[in-house]
């Protein structure tokens, strides 16, 4: 039978009894039930026995008895009579501080397992009682159970409490003084805050001086923050990641406004400090600074220190850091070293960039085998985007169909295709580039380029090669290689055939070879139908044929199909030109504008529309549009002088005009308007600069030079002008009006030449006026002829001869036109001006042979209709 435990606590005058276990084998001798203290004991084990305690057999004891039972020991009324407090108090005894030996271990305090069993809590060397031990007969409460409720005064009748709910409702919250110097500061902390996030606010919406304005206040206010705080309370309770934030940002904005030497010194209070952790991380930041400086040296130097404080964990932000450095090496020439740098980021985690960048220095070393490492390195970059089948159905469960459409065109699928695209663009750069000097030539380098591109998973890049071989064929003048390329196209598949085809009518259409751009332009129409390009090739060999209203039905499907087809729709425009169609014109141009912003000849024909409109403000206003963004073009400047001059505003005319003739001085035109405006104004000297141009640029025509001498005789300069007529007399010899200037200049002057000039003008006269009886009896002969074929049963003419002198120039619409203006101006009583003729002759008729046309001159101005006459006929199509 288990035995029952006695427990035993040593008393006074009995120290070191144990006490010995008792079974009940010991009631032999009659004792009754549980133990018998025999008579033979003496007094004083009556008085040990009263500390003996039975452990019965069965814990009857209640669970929470003791817990609310009070420990003498934490007394402190009595503290008064307690002899040695006071003395410990009166004395240093109480301040010594506890030896380190004795405090108590994690053994101290546990039970003392007895030989008996017993467990004999120890205290501690502190005097602390043990969470649950007994001490003095007091067992102390466990503080869970006490703080839960679970007491003995709960059983008296209290009620069941735990939340304290009776105490009633807490009393309301202390109201904040806005005058504390806490509640300054933390109002001055917040709006520090927002000034921060204002500022980044302004710049991700493009409006960068405002957000240094923010970023500069938020400067200021923290720094008045940093004071405030630092009056009232110790340095350490600075707010550090407020102050990091605030310069941070202020560098940002400064380097945003490309004040980068403002930006370089903040950032340089930040790395300096010592109290940033992270702050060395900011030298990436300097680095970009000097390299848009192009201090190329400080800004690899920047880099490598950013790159030595940057742990190995943050692999991606040392990878584009060593792409950086790669950058500034090439931008410094030292390609070897950019070269080390790429080929480690290829090797850690390969990236397009910098694929791509390694391609670009093994090519100005010119290594050759390099070159194709590298591009078939930068061919094994994952893409690590989803195919397009991911996004085709394969049955017909609506709700897979309908997650399809709804992530077929998401943002992310979008980021695919910028990626795959820009990696397309990578590769199609690099092959282009490396083509020609990675081999013998470059048809044998675009062949490796493709072989290998077609082991790749970029397939279908391939044949967008092969077309691209046959535009360099067309760089090189190589025509019949470019056609032989493009039409191994047409056994292939619909879309590439589509696109050879389409280049195919590009090219017949420029050798204006309008049948084999035809049926090019309908191979490739019929391989797709969805072909813009092809579309508006076959649109433009109908418009050169003449079909019009044909041309405009494949433009406007081209649109349907593919409604920023820009060519299409400004072809569109010009066939409602020709069809007379002009408002329809009109919405086309301004269609295109909307999406070609800065396209000079979009304005250009806009305002050619209303100039055919008769509105000549709105031309003027669209004209200028075009000056802004051709500001040097002289044909448009000479446009707006016209229109001022149409509409009476001479100042602003003759500016247009002389800057056309500062940017182009050849326009004969724009001369004889400034010529005119000087003799109109009285200022012939001025003039005769300009018209002595013109005799430089016309050389055989005689009418400038008259005009040169002209403006002398009217500026008074006689003795000039009697020089100028002797130079134009031996040049001229059967000019009349040189002849009649110079006996009128003799007569005035009373010079002895006088009777030696009037005897050539009579001879020259009479010789002008045989002449002019010769083509008036021919013009008669001709007419005479012509009615005699009419009356003879409508005869072809085949007999009418026509002498060669009769097609001789006999005026020239620019004589009469500066005649005409010059028969407006003052002074025409004049020799030259009244004489029978009325204007000046600008012919000049050769003594030797027949008289010489007027020349066409290779520095003539275009005029509207030759700039845009290529448009007309078709636009310069890109190669699909």
Request: charge should be neutral; proline fraction near 4%; charged fraction near 25%.
């Amino acid at each position: 039978m288990r035995p029952a435990l006695v427990s035993w606590q040593p008393g006074a005058g009995h120290q070191g009894i144990a006490a010995a276990p008792v079974t009940r084998a010991t009631r032999a001798g009659g004792l009754g039930p549980g133990l018998r203290i025999g008579p033979g004991l003496p007094a004083a084990g009556e008085k040990m026995m009263q500390n003996v305690h039975l452990a019965p057999e069965e814990d009857e004891d209640d669970l929470y008895s003791g817990y609310n039972d009070y420990n003498p020991t934490f007394d402190t009324e009595d503290l008064e009579n307690d002899i040695g407090f006071q003395q410990a108090a009166r004395t240093s005894h109480g301040r010594r501080p506890p030896v380190t030996a004795k405090i108590p271990g994690t053994s101290a305090s546990r039970p003392l397992g007895t030989a008996f069993g017993s467990k004999a809590t120890l205290t501690s060397s502190m005097g602390r009682p043990m969470t649950g031990a007994i001490q003095d007969g007091v067992s102390r409460p466990m503080t869970a159970v006490h703080a839960a409720g679970y007491t003995k005064a709960a059983m008296r009748g209290s009620l069941f409490d735990p939340l304290g709910q009776a105490r009633g409702p807490a009393p309301p919250l202390e109201m904040k003084n806005p005058d504390s110097s806490e509640e300054k500061i933390r109002q001055l902390e917040k709006k520090v805050n927002e000034l921060v996030e204002e500022s980044c606010i302004a710049n991700s919406c493009g409006d960068l001086k405002l957000a240094l304005e923010k970023a500069k206040e938020a400067g200021r206010k923290e720094r008045v923050l940093v004071r405030q705080r630092e009056q009232i309370s110790t340095p350490e309770n600075i707010n550090l990641d407020l102050t990091y934030s605030v310069l941070f940002n202020l560098a940002s904005q400064y380097a945003a406004n490309e004040m980068y030497a403002e930006a370089l010194n903040t950032y340089q209070v930040i790395v300096k400090n010592k109290m940033f952790s992270n702050g060395g991380r900011l030298k990436v930041n300097m680095g970009n600074i000097y390299l848009k400086q192009r201090n190329y040296s400080k800004a690899i130097k920047f880099y490598r220190m950013a790159l030595d404080q940057i742990p190995s964990v943050h692999k991606e932000m040392r990878i584009n850091i060593m792409q950086n450095i790669g950058v500034a090496f090439i931008k410094t020439g030292q390609y070897i070293d950019a070269i080390s740098s790429f080929e480690h980021i290829m090797s850690m985690s390969p990236n397009l960039k910098a694929g791509f960048n390694l391609i670009l220095c093994y090519f100005a070393i010119g290594d050759s085998e390099q070159m194709k490492k590298a591009f078939q390195k930068l061919i094994a970059v994952p893409l690590e985007v989803d195919y397009d089948d991911k996004y085709i159905s394969t049955n017909d469960d609506p709700h897979t169909n309908l997650l399809i459409e709804a992530i077929k065109n998401d943002s992310l699928r979008q980021i695919e295709r910028e990626r795959k695209s820009m990696a397309e663009e990578y590769i199609m750069t690099a092959a282009k580039l490396i083509a020609p000097v990675i081999e013998t030539s470059f048809a044998v380098g675009y062949d490796w380029c493709v072989e290998v591109v077609k082991a790749s998973h970029y397939v279908e890049l391939a044949n967008d090669l092969e077309i691209n071989k046959a535009t360099t064929y067309l760089r090189q003048q190589d025509f019949n290689q470019a056609l032989e390329t493009l039409k191994m196209f047409e056994k292939k598949d619909s879309r590439v055939k589509s696109a050879a085809a389409t280049n195919l009518s590009f090219l017949y259409y420029l050798e204006n070879e309008l049948a084999q751009a035809s049926n090019y332009a309908d191979l490739a129409v019929n391989s797709d139908r969805y072909n813009p390009a092809a579309l508006t090739n076959k649109g433009n060999t109908v418009f050169a044929n003449g079909d019009y209203e044909k041309a405009a039905e494949f433009y406007k499907e081209a649109l349907r199909n593919d409604s920023s087809c820009t060519e299409a729709l400004y072809n569109l425009g010009l066939t409602y030109k020709k069809l007379s169609r002009i408002d329809e014109a009109l919405d086309c141009f301004l269609k295109l504008h909307a999406i070609l912003r800065n396209s000079a000849q979009v304005l250009h024909q806009i305002a050619n529309i209303y100039e055919m409109m008769d509105d000549p403000n709105q031309a003027i206003e669209w004209l200028m549009q075009l000056i802004s963004v051709v500001p040097t073009d002289p044909h448009v400047l000479s446009k707006l002088g016209k229109l001022y001059d149409n509409e009476g505003d001479k100042s602003q005319a003759f500016h247009y005009y002389y800057e056309s003739y500062r940017y182009f001085p050849s326009n004969i035109e724009v001369i004889e308007w400034l010529g005119a405006y000087y003799i109109d104004t009285q200022f012939c000297e001025k003039a005769i600069e300009y018209f002595e141009r013109a005799a430089l640029i016309l050389p055989t025509q005689v009418k400038w030079q008259l005009m040169v001498a002209s403006c002398y005789r009217r500026s008074g300069n006689y003795q000039k002008a009697l020089e100028k007529y002797k130079v134009i007399h031996r040049k001229f010899p059967e000019n009349v009006e040189c002849l009649r200037f110079l006996v009128r200049l003799c007569t005035d002057m009373g010079l002895k030449e006088v009777q030696e000039y009037m005897t050539k003008l009579k001879k020259v006269e009479k010789l002008k006026e045989i002449r002019e009886q010769r083509i008036k009896s021919g013009r008669d002969g001709s007419a005479r002829s012509r009615k005699e074929g009419n009356a003879g049963g409508g005869s072809s003419g085949r007999n009418c001869k026509t002498h060669p002198a009769y097609l001789t120039n006999t005026g020239g619409t620019k004589g009469e036109k500066l005649s005409a203006k010059l028969k407006a101006l003052p002074g025409t009583s004049e020799p030259y001006e009244s004489s029978s003729s009325k204007e000046i002759d600008a012919s000049y008729v050769d003594p030797l042979g027949p008289q010489a046309e007027r020349p066409k001159t290779a520095a003539r101005k275009r005029t509207e209709e030759d700039d845009f006459a290529d448009e007309e006929l078709g636009e310069d199509l890109l190669p699909e």
